[in-house]
């Protein structure tokens, strides 16, 4: 079946430090979202971004499908920018999203 | 943005209950998912649908049945819950364009625990 990768794992910044989420998948995707969650919140979609580049805010994801990889960049990040980010894809043959387990972004003062 | 709706909030069972977990959606979407998301699994696919009537047995379908009785309302069943059934449920839901399937919006979540 599919899957998907996110590192780091965890990363720690310092207000006003960039981040730099990474994501691979193992099979071509049709779809590909980025998730923002806190501890035991809901899931709030951040960007769809099957391919190419995306923008919102101070986010940016870059999708290279034939790489089978995405980014996400979060620039100038804030302290309410802690939580977990989730990678998710989908498969041509139907419309199930496999997640990553997460990065966990803390960012102190 | 679509609006997905879920009941109740949190729920506590104890082992052996009946628990029908509620989504409804107002936006028209066509496919409908049920997920539960647990420390070290991640987010896991239990069920899904493609329309009213139809239900799509999913990744961890297991002590789990499903309904689609409308467009809009998509029911999760746990018709004897047991403890490790104790988790965080999300409901999404999404369409198809352009024949890929788009972006997927995600419910508040349920907490359910069984003791």
């Known amino acids: 079946g599919q899957q998907v990768q996110q590192s780091p794992a965890s990363l720690v910044l310092q207000e006003g430090e960039n981040a730099e989420l990474q994501c691979n998948f193992s099979?071509?995707?049709?779809?590909l979202q980025w998730f923002y969650q806190r501890p035991g919140g809901s899931l709030v979609s951040l960007l769809y971004?099957?391919?190419g580049t995306k923008h919102t805010g101070r986010l940016t994801s870059t999708t290279v499908t034939k790489e089978r990889r995405s980014s996400l960049h979060i620039s100038s990040s804030q302290i309410t920018d802690s939580g977990t980010y989730f990678c998710?894809?989908?498969?041509?043959?139907?419309?199930?999203?496999?997640f990553g387990h997460g990065t966990i972004l803390r960012v102190h003062p | 943005e679509a609006a997905v709706t879920q009941s109740p909030r949190n729920k506590v069972t104890v082992t052996g209950g009946n628990v029908t977990l509620s989504c409804r959606q107002t936006n028209s979407h066509n496919y409908m998912y049920w997920y539960r998301q647990d420390t070290g699994h991640g987010l896991r696919l239990i069920h899904y649908?493609?329309?009213?009537?139809?239900?799509q047995i999913g990744d961890v379908p297991d002590g789990y049945k499903a309904t689609r009785t409308t467009q809009e309302d998509f029911f999760l069943l746990l018709e004897l819950a047991s403890p490790s059934q104790t988790s965080l449920y999300f409901c999404a839901s999404s369409d198809v364009a352009g024949g890929n399937y788009a972006e997927q919006f995600f419910g508040p979540g349920t907490r359910l625990t069984v003791l």
């Open positions: 971004n099957p391919s």
């Open positions: 998710a894809i989908t498969g041509a043959n139907t419309g199930k999203l496999t």
């Open positions: 099979s071509t995707a049709t779809q």
């Open positions: 649908s493609y329309g009213a009537g139809n239900l």
